[in-house]
Each structure stands twice: as C-alpha cells, then as structure tokens.
C-alpha cells in the first residue's frame, strides 16, 4: 500500500505520562517542539478529544437530516505542505472557516457520518476524508492521504486512543518519544500507548537514535 511515513511523537513522564497539563511542567517542554521540527512531519494527526480541547470551536455538530453519507469520499479544498488531520468518527466538532490557513485542517470521519456535516464542512472550506463503515478505516485514511493529498511523512501526536489506534492497524514506522525530567505518578492518568486487549503481545522496537538535551530531556527514536 502507499503510504505516508508515519512517525508517533510525544512528550512523557520518565513514567510514560503524557497528561498535557502535568508534561507542560516538565523540564524540555519547550524542545518538544524543537524535536517535531527535527523530525519533519508537516502534516499532524489528532484524535477528537486533543482537537476538542485545543482547536475545535465550542459546541457540537447537530445535523437536522440525520442521512448518512455512507460510501467512500473526501473533497479536497486546499493544496498545502502539509495539514492539521483530525479523526472526529461521527462528525461532531464546529470548525472556523479555514479559508487561506497555511496548515488547513482536515476532517477524517467513517463513512455513517451525515451528509450534512460534510455539507458543513465545504462551507467552511475544510477538506475531507469518509471511509470505513462504522469507524474510521485508518489505512485506508492513510492510503488517501498520500494519494490524494501529496502527505509524503506525518506525526501522530495524539491522545492513548489514536496512538494506540494507528499502532494496533500495523501503520506507525516509528516511534519518537521526548521524556522530561521528571515524574507524574499519579493513578489513572494517560499514557502514550493504552487500550489493547490483554492477550495482545509486545510490539518490539529497534532503536534508532538517543540525543539528550540541556534541559536534562532525552529524545528517544524507535524503528517499528
């Protein structure tokens, strides 16, 4: 299959956290974004919840007509070096007309969203992608991606649930992780992996490369 070269990068804990709130605290946070320059991935995928929190408007999608698209789609509605993807499976989140946005987004949903929010999503100049029938087919989302879109590399830098979404479908070439000098501990909070089923194996990883920072953060790359 083509393919993007996809890269999930995020900042932890020593204790593989990944809440935003507690690592915005950790010394090197401010090379995470050195190091998501570093690995050149001009397009970025988020899950809803991250999108909801930090780009979406405020309120949520309700579709008078409830018709579901219901085949395969996308409606490309800017060319770019790259796009802020976002997986919203049902086509929930309000968006501000992205007209001339040099990174414009990008609406993933599965193909039972409704007709109306893609409707939706045309009139604020939002491109988009419909595949998979109850849930987002993601290799197939990737496969458009790099047809379709021109997305040659990109960057996961999601919540546990896409993280663990794009490695459970055998997608991600690599793992890249900037862990802060120090700990979170606290029960029940996020981690950058978290959700498969408790008969699912390792996922073994060779090691790429190790670079340590002034801020005492050190970068860690792993091959898939």
């Given amino acids: 299959m083509k393919k993007p070269y996809i890269i ?26 050195t190091t998501l320059d570093e690995i050149n991935v001009p397009t970025t995928v988020s899950g809803r919840v991250r999108a909801e929190l930090e780009m979406a408007e405020s309120g949520e999608f ?7 698209y219901g085949k395969e789609g ?12 976002i997986i919203d499976t049902n086509g929930k989140l309000l968006w501000p007309d992205a007209s001339g946005m040099a990174k ?10 409704s007709k109306e929010y893609l409707d ?17 087919d993601l290799a197939r989302a ?4 790099a047809e379709k879109f021109g997305v040659e590399r990109m960057g996961i830098v999601g919540g546990p649930k896409i993280n663990t979404a794009f490695l459970e479908a ?16 606290r029960g029940g909070m996020p981690s950058v992996f978290d959700g498969l089923a408790m008969e699912h194996d390792v996922t073994r990883l060779k090691l790429i490369d190790v670079k340590k920072f002034d801020s005492d953060a050190v970068q860690i790359r792993y091959q898939c």
């Fill in 8 to 33: 999930c990068h995020m900042m932890i804990s020593i204790d593989g956290r990944i809440d935003c709130a507690m690592t915005s605290k950790l010394p090197g946070v401010d090379d995470y974004y």
């Fill in 62 to 68: 309700h579709a008078k007509n409830t018709e579901s």
């Fill in 74 to 85: 996308f409606s490309k509605k800017a060319d770019a070096t790259g796009y802020e993807v």
């Fill in 104 to 113: 414009p987004y990008l609406i993933v949903t599965s193909e039972k969203v």
């Fill in 120 to 136: 939706y999503l045309d009139g604020q100049n939002i491109s988009w992608i419909a595949c998979g029938k109850e849930h987002v």
């Fill in 142 to 145: 990737v496969e458009i991606l």
């Fill in 170 to 185: 055998g997608l991600l070439d690599e793992i890249s992780l900037l862990v802060g000098a120090g700990i979170d501990g």
